[in-house]
């Protein structure tokens, strides 16, 4: 199973940033693409953000596109979430997970992989 660990969440105004990460070491990540989800109570869980595992390829969700940039750093076994101009609505629960490459080149949609496992997540509060 291919788990990850986020990190980087807490309580941020509207209109601030946070930059979350996700990494493990248990294995290496150059290998996958990773992707960014996201729980807001009461709701579905969604893909917000996916990364190859060279970085040529990046999809975003509508909904934070211009806001949001996903990058990697597969030297440190790391991928990042910078998240600015917060809005309430991107209150959730982030978590990282290894993603399906097909489902992102073709359609441009972030998919867990089979293999993958949901971690405990990073909590994001945007609140004033």
């Known amino acids: 199973q291919l788990q990850l660990v986020e990190s980087g969440g807490g309580l941020v105004q509207p209109g601030g940033s946070l930059r979350l990460s996700c990494a493990t070491s248990r294995f290496t990540l150059d290998n996958y693409d990773i992707g960014w989800f996201r729980q807001a109570p009461g709701k579905e869980r969604e893909g917000v953000s996916c990364?190859?595992?060279?970085?040529?390829?990046?999809n975003y969700v509508d909904s934070v596109k211009g806001r949001f940039t996903i990058s990697r750093d597969n030297a440190k076994n790391t991928v990042y979430l910078q998240m600015n101009s917060l809005k309430p609505e991107d209150t959730a629960v982030y978590y990282c997970v290894v993603v399906e490459v097909q489902q992102s080149l073709l359609f441009g949609r972030c998919v867990p992989a089979g293999r993958s496992s949901w971690g405990k997540g990073t909590l994001v509060t945007v609140s004033s």
């Open positions: 990364i190859s595992s060279s970085s040529r390829r990046t």
